[in-house]
């Protein structure tokens, strides 16, 4: 996994996104973030470990390539407006539901 700068990081989910226009999917996970590196020992000493600063770690994965950036509460505001963007350009090519009337529904239950 690739940790990247956050206008990287949106750069490489455009690659991401373009890639699989026609086919494929896109996952993104989106997590607290406390900057810890080892995970927590279950028994024993456990240390005060205070994070100075919240943040989020958002990651994205096509199945083969996978990127990820942490994103301070400091600069949120400024990476919340540049993902929407992003996001709302490339969901166009989202499938519209089938819904089907409730005749038909009470027809076949009948």
């Known amino acids: 996994m690739v940790l990247l700068e956050s206008e990287q990081f949106l750069t490489e989910l455009t690659r991401l996104f373009q890639k699989c226009l ?5 996952f993104i996970t989106l997590e ?9 020992p279950r028994k024993g000493s456990v240390e005060g470990f205070e994070p100075s600063d919240n943040k989020c770690l ?3 994965t096509d199945g083969e390539k996978k ?3 942490v994103v301070s ?5 400024k990476f919340q407006m540049a993902y ?10 989202l499938k519209k539901k089938d819904k089907k009337s409730k005749s038909k529904k009470s027809k076949a239950a009948q």
């Open 32 to 40: 607290k973030y406390d900057g810890r590196t080892k995970p927590i």
């Open 58 to 60: 958002l990651r994205a």
């Open 73 to 77: 509460s400091k600069e949120v505001n």
């Open 22 to 26: 026609l086919s494929g999917s896109v």
């Open 84 to 93: 929407s963007n992003l996001l709302r350009a490339n969901m166009d090519g």
């Open 67 to 69: 990127i990820s950036t």
